[in-house]
C-alpha cells in the first residue's frame, strides 16, 4: 500500500490492491487530482493524466481542472472547498503546494472522532501543506489509504500563520472532481418514523445537495451520499460513497458543470457556519471517509461496514456480542411502577432476554413528556430503591440492567430549568421554541457539559448500569449561544457537538464497559460520528416489520447490521396499526442488534414458544449476524416493492441466514427463485427453513445444495402449487439457515 512521490511530475499515488488515489502538484503549484478509481499500476507515470495546470478563469475555455482543495477568487466557478475571509474582507484564495510528508498509520483528529489503525501497516497518510502568502494561511490536507480496503479517509486543518485574525467561512472535509457526470445520485432521505429511505435520481447540471441545518445530522438526511453507473447493480458496476464521520450540521454535494465533470464535496455545512481563526489558532474538519467500487453497491456498502465497525467503533463493545434487551417503552410508555417492570424483567428472563432495558419515565415527575428532563434522580413512587434499587433486582434476576437518558435537554418544568434557565439555546431576546416540549441544553458551554458529566457519572457509577440509551427528540430552533462573542455565534453549532462528543468521551473512558446505544427520536441521528462511542443506535421509532424492511435496507447502505439495534415489537403495531405475524417481525429484527418491546408477560403461550425458539435462534447465529457480511438481494425499493430480501454470510463463506419477506400475498403467482451472493460456489451447503414447515417451497429447498446452484440458479421462494399461497396471508417472511457441509471442490470431486 505505499503512497509513493514521483518526483519528476509531482505526483503522489496512494495505492492498492483495490483503489488508486493520484493527485498532482500542477506547474503554479496549485494542488491537483487526477483519479480516484480502480486501482493502477504502481510504476506507471501519471503526469500527463493532469492535462493542463490550472490557471483559474483562463481554464474555463479549455477542460476544467480536477482540484483537491478548490477556493473561490482564482476563476474556478465551481462549489470551493474551502472559504476564509481575510482582514480587508477579501475571500479570494490561492493555496499553493508547499511540501508533504508520508507516515504510516494515521493520526487522530483533535476533538472529533474518526477512524483509527491499530497498526502502522494498517494504513499510511499523506499530508500536503499548502499555504496561500497574502492570506498568511496555511492548509494541511490528509490523505490515508488503508492496505487492504477501498477506502480513503480524507480530512483538512488550516492555520492562520499571520498576526491579525481569519474567519473560516466554509471548510469541506473533502471534495472529489470526477470527469463525467453519466452518475446516478443516491442518498438516504427520510423523516421521523421513515428514516434512511432510498432516493436515486440523474445527476443535472448545476449543483444538487443533501444536507442539515438543525445542529444533528437528523432524521431528514444522512451525510451520505453515492454516485453509481446508471447501469450499476448491487453486485456490478462502478459507485463512489463519501461519508462524514460528523454528527451535526453537513452538506454533501454533487455539482455538474458546463463540461459535464462533476464535483463532489462533504463536510460541515457552510449555512450558518463561521469559524474565527486567531493568530497561531487552527481549526480541524471532520473526516469524509471515500470509498470506490467497482463491484456494485453491494461491494461499497461492504467496504463501509468493515470499517466503521471495526475501525470506527472501538472499546470492548466492538468486537463483543451485543446482548438481547427488553425495552419497556412499547409496553409501558410512562406508565409503570417497580412491580410492573419486574414482571416485565422476569418475564423477558424466561424468554431468554439478556438485558432490561428501563425507557424513559424513571426520573423526577416524568408521568408524560411534558416535565423533568434535566432532572436525573429517581421518581421514588415509581422506583421506592432508586435506580440502584431496581437494577440490583434485575441483576438478581439474572439479566442485566440499562438506562434511558436524555442528557441534552431540559425541561421547562424542572429544577434543573429553575436553577439554570441561561443553559438553554436560544436568543434571549426572543421566545424559545419549544419542541417536544422540551429546551435543549447549550452543549457548547464547558459548564454544561461538566455538569451533565457530573449527572451521569454519578448515576453510571451509583448503579449497576450495563447499557445507556442516549436519546436526544428534538433539534435546535435558535441557535446562539450568550457564552459566545456576537462575531462568533458562527460558531455555535459545531462547538455543540464537540460539547456533545466531549461528553461521550469523557464517560465512555471513565465507564468502558457500559454499552452506549445512541437515539434521536429513532434514527435523528444515526451518523459515523456517534458510532466511537455508541457502536449500535436505535434505528428508527418505527417497529413495524414492514417498514423496517425499507429503514434498515437503506440504513445498511453505509452502516453495518451491528451498528442497527431492531425490537419486535406488538401488534397492532403501534406506529402503522399493521398486523404482522411474529416470526416475521422477528425475521426483520433478525438482521440488526435483536431486541423486544413489548410486554412480554402478556404473550400467548403459543407466541412465549415462539419468541423463546426465535432468541434461541438469534443466540446460536448471534456472531454470523451482527458480525457477517451483508448482501442485499432484494429491493424494497424497487419495482411495486412487494418483496425484500438479503442475507449475511460469515467471512468465511461456510454459513449464512438468507432473509425473504413479503409484503402483500397474491393467488396462483408461480413459482419464484432468489439467487444469492457471498457463498462458495464449490461448497455444498445444508439448507434449512426456519420456521420450520411443511409447505412446498420449504420442502422444495431442505436439504443438501451446492454453492453455485444457490448463486446461480437460487432458493425457490415461491412455488408453482397454488396451495402455497392460499393461507398464508400477507406479510410472510422466511429465513433459509445455510451451512456448509464440506470444503472440498465439488465438480473435481465429482
Ligand atoms: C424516542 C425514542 O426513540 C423512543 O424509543 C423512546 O425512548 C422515547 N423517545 C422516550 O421518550
Redesign the pocket.
Given at each position: 500500500m505505499p503512497i509513493t512521490f514521483e518526483s519528476t511530475s509531482r505526483t503522489f499515488h496512494l495505492r492498492n490492491e483495490q483503489v488508486s488515489y493520484l493527485i498532482r502538484v500542477l506547474e503554479n503549484g496549485t494542488l491537483g487530482h487526477l483519479h480516484f478509481g480502480g486501482s493502477l499500476a504502481e510504476s506507471g507515470s501519471y503526469g500527463r493524466l493532469s492535462g493542463r495546470e490550472f490557471l483559474g478563469f483562463a481554464n474555463r475555455l479549455g477542460a476544467p481542472v480536477a482540484l483537491e482543495c478548490p477556493t473561490p477568487g482564482t476563476g474556478d466557478y465551481r462549489v470551493p472547498a474551502l472559504v476564509v475571509e481575510q482582514q480587508d474582507g477579501s475571500t479570494a484564495l490561492d493555496p499553493r503546494f508547499v511540501s508533504h510528508r508520508v507516515f504510516g498509520g494515521k493520526p487522530a483528529i483533535p476533538g472529533l472522532p474518526s477512524t483509527y489503525v491499530q497498526s502502522y501497516d494498517e494504513a499510511e497518510t499523506l499530508e500536503i501543506l499548502l499555504a496561500d502568502t497574502p492570506a498568511s494561511l496555511e492548509v494541511r490536507l490528509f490523505f490515508t489509504i488503508f492496505a487492504d480496503r477501498p477506502v480513503i479517509a480524507r480530512s483538512a486543518r488550516v492555520r492562520n500563520v499571520g498576526t491579525e485574525p481569519l474567519t473560516v467561512e466554509c471548510a469541506m472535509s473533502a471534495a472529489l472532481d470526477l470527469p463525467d457526470s453519466d452518475w446516478d445520485l443516491v442518498h438516504l432521505s427520510g423523516a421521523w418514523a421513515r428514516e434512511c429511505e432510498v432516493r436515486t435520481r440523474r445527476l443535472e447540471a448545476g449543483s444538487q445537495s443533501i444536507g442539515s441545518v438543525r445542529g444533528a445530522s437528523g432524521h431528514q438526511h444522512n451525510p451520505f451520499l453515492a454516485l453509481k453507473r446508471p447501469s450499476t447493480t448491487e453486485e456490478s458496476g462502478e459507485a463512489y460513497g463519501l461519508s462524514l464521520v460528523y454528527s451535526g450540521n453537513f452538506l454533501a454535494e454533487a455539482e455538474v458543470d458546463q463540461y459535464q465533470t462533476t464535483r463532489l464535496r462533504i463536510g460541515i455545512n457552510p449555512e450558518g457556519f463561521s469559524w474565527t481563526l486567531e493568530p497561531a489558532a487552527e481549526f480541524c474538519t471532520p473526516e469524509a471517509i471515500l470509498v470506490y467500487s467497482d463491484a456494485g453497491m453491494g461491494a461499497l456498502s461492504d467496504a463501509y461496514h468493515g470499517l466503521y465497525r471495526d475501525r470506527l467503533g472501538r472499546g470492548v463493545w466492538r468486537d463483543a456480542p451485543r446482548p438481547i434487551v427488553i425495552?419497556n417503552?412499547e409496553a409501558t410508555y410512562f406508565d409503570f411502577d417497580e412491580p410492573r417492570l419486574l414482571e416485565i424483567a422476569t418475564a423477558a428472563h424466561g424468554l431468554g432476554i439478556e438485558m432490561f432495558v428501563l425507557?424513559?419515565g424513571w426520573f423526577g415527575r416524568r408521568d408524560n413528556?411534558d416535565t423533568s428532563l434535566g432532572d436525573w434522580t429517581a421518581n421514588r413512587d415509581k422506583l421506592p430503591g432508586g435506580v440502584e434499587g431496581l437494577a440490583r433486582q434485575i441483576e438478581a434476576l439474572g439479566l442485566r440492567f440499562g438506562i434511558?437518558i436524555?442528557p441534552e435537554m431540559v425541561s421547562q418544568r424542572s429544577q434543573l430549568y429553575a436553577d439554570h434557565s441561561d443553559w438553554v439555546v436560544g436568543v434571549p431576546t426572543r421566545p424559545r421554541t419549544e419542541g417536544r416540549n422540551q429546551f435543549v441544553l447549550d452543549m457548547s458551554r464547558r459548564e454544561v457539559v461538566d455538569h451533565l458529566y457530573g449527572v451521569l457519572s454519578d448515576l453510571l457509577g451509583r448503579a449497576p448500569i450495563s447499557y445507556v440509551?442516549w436519546?436526544m427528540?428534538r433539534t435546535i430552533t435558535e441557535p446562539f449561544s450568550p457564552s459566545l462573542a456576537a462575531d462568533r455565534q458562527g460558531e455555535f453549532f459545531h462547538r455543540y457537538i464537540l460539547g456533545v462528543y466531549e461528553l461521550y468521551e469523557r464517560l465512555t473512558r471513565a465507564f468502558p464497559q457500559v454499552l452506549f446505544e445512541s437515539?434521536a427520536?429513532?434514527g435523528g441521528r444515526f451518523d459515523p460520528g456517534m458510532l466511537p462511542f455508541a457502536p449500535q443506535a436505535?434505528t428508527s421509532?418505527d417497529t413495524d416489520a414492514v417498514e423496517r424492511l425499507r429503514i434498515q435496507w437503506g440504513t445498511s447502505l453505509c452502516y453495518p447490521v451491528s451498528a442497527m439495534a431492531a425490537h419486535v415489537s406488538a401488534v397492532p403495531n403501534h406506529q402503522t396499526g399493521r398486523l404482522t405475524p411474529l416470526a416475521t417481525r422477528a425475521a426483520v429484527a433478525f438482521f440488526g442488534v435483536l431486541g423486544y418491546e413489548l410486554d412480554p408477560a402478556a404473550l400467548s403461550d403459543e407466541d412465549r414458544e415462539s419468541v423463546k425458539g426465535q432468541i434461541a435462534f438469534y443466540k446460536a447465529h448471534r456472531d454470523l449476524l451482527q458480525r457477517g457480511r451483508l448482501a442485499r438481494l432484494r429491493s424494497p425499493f424497487e419495482g411495486d416493492g412487494n418483496e425484500a430480501a438479503w442475507l449475511i454470510a460469515s467471512p468465511d463463506s461456510r454459513r449464512a441466514v438468507v432473509g425473504h419477506y413479503r409484503v402483500l400475498n397474491r393467488p396462483n403467482r408461480g413459482p419464484a427463485r432468489l439467487r444469492l451472493r457471498g457463498l462458495d460456489p464449490k461448497t455444498s451447503y445444508r439448507v434449512s427453513v426456519w420456521p420450520a414447515g411443511e409447505d412446498p417451497v420449504s420442502t422444495a429447498n431442505t436439504g443438501l445444495r451446492g454453492g453455485d446452484e444457490l448463486m446461480r440458479v437460487g432458493l425457490l421462494v415461491a412455488s408453482d402449487d397454488p396451495d402455497d399461497s392460499r393461507n398464508v396471508g400477507d406479510f410472510t417472511a422466511r429465513l433459509f439457515d445455510l451451512e456448509a457441509q464440506e470444503a472440498t471442490h465439488r465438480r473435481a470431486r465429482a
Open positions: 425495552n417503552w425507557d424513559d413528556d434511558w436524555e440509551k436519546d427528540n437515539c427520536g429513532g436505535w421509532d
